[in-house]
């Protein structure tokens, strides 16, 4: 596999995965920073996954907890 093609497929994985991630957030209504500090113990993990510097262990973490913990219906 090209070089370049392996990067479109990781670009693509890490884009549905934001997008998995804002769904999520605009479901249940929980602030980005309450996301982070809930699944990885860091209030900035996904705004650094989003700006592209956050590590993978962090990704996975915060995907790990969305699926663990599914949005029924918007928090107050």
Excluded: F
Excluded at 24 to 36: D, E, N, Y
Excluded at 63 to 74: D, G, M, N, T
Aim: net charge positive; hydrophobic share 45%; aromatic share 2%.
């Amino acid at each position: 596999m090209a070089h370049g093609m392996r990067r479109g497929m990781k670009d693509t994985l890490v884009s549905l995965a934001l997008k998995q991630i804002d769904d999520w957030l605009k479901q249940t209504g929980v602030p980005p920073s309450r996301l982070g500090l809930l699944a990885c113990a860091n209030a900035r993990a996904v705004e650094r996954v989003r700006a592209g510097s956050g590590s993978v262990a962090s990704l996975e973490a915060i995907l790990a907890y969305i699926e663990a913990h599914p949005a029924k219906e918007r928090r107050q």
